[in-house]
């Protein structure tokens, strides 16, 4: 596609309740990350896809938080067990290469509410 | 510990002033990123450098690697310009290490 696209845009979902947040890259990019920012905060890094690899996943915060990606492309970040610090903007973004020598991509990100 | 600073936190200015945002980073950086954050979340990648200068239109970034410290001109400032600007810092891998933004607020 022609941009990175997030879906849904909005969430609210009661707590305990487990929820997946889709991230559709810019086609052709191998690397993509998936970062939160919480209300009124900086963003925070999750985890980093190269390919279909995740090296590092060190930003999760716990093991409620999961994610996979799927033929170099769709990845999707689930969270089980809600809870209402969950409560952010879940970005997703990708470059062409590695990100921090490339430009990087965000999606216009996944407001989640947990009530 | 990789770090990467901001300031000021928060700018107001008129329009048509001049506005630079400040980023200075700890030892090691490989790349550093300025990002506009516009209201309601959505991110815009406005520049990757690692040494020199860029210019976009009326931005301009540079990056001083001796004093590591990097900063974000605009020129001729627009109302349309307020938006939060973030810089990050590439310190060899990819996690990315984001300064606490700096929101600007141009007055017509």
């Known amino acids: 596609g022609a941009g990175v696209s997030q879906s849904p845009s909005n969430k609210v979902t009661e707590k305990g309740k487990d929820v997946e947040l889709r991230c559709d890259p810019i086609s052709g990019h191998t690397a993509l990350y998936w970062y939160r920012q919480r209300l009124g905060q900086g963003l925070e890094f999750l985890i980093y896809f190269q390919g279909n690899s995740a090296p590092d996943k060190s930003g999760l915060p716990s093991d409620r938080f999961s994610a996979e990606r799927t033929g170099e492309s769709v990845s999707t970040l689930t969270i089980q067990r809600t809870q209402q610090e969950d409560s952010a903007v879940y970005l997703c973004?990708?470059?062409?290469?590695?990100?921090?020598?490339?430009?990087?991509?965000f999606g216009e990100g996944s407001w989640l509410t947990v009530v | 510990k990789n770090e990467v600073e901001q300031s000021p936190q928060n700018l107001t200015a008129q329009e048509g002033e001049f506005i630079t945002i400040n980023c200075s980073y700890s030892?090691?950086?490989?790349?550093l990123h300025w990002l506009q954050q516009h209201p309601g979340g959505g991110i815009v990648s406005l520049f990757m450098l690692s040494s020199g200068k860029k210019k976009h239109g009326r931005l301009i970034a540079t990056i001083n690697i001796q004093e590591k410290h990097s900063s974000l001109h605009i020129t001729a400032s627009h109302p349309r310009d307020s938006a939060v600007y973030i810089c990050?810092?590439?310190?060899?891998?990819?996690?990315?290490?984001f300064g606490t933004g700096t929101r600007l607020t141009i007055i017509p």
């Open positions: 990050a810092g590439g310190f060899g891998n990819e996690k990315l290490t």
């Open positions: 030892v090691g950086i490989s790349a």
């Open positions: 973004a990708s470059s062409s290469g590695t990100g921090f020598l490339n430009t990087i991509y």
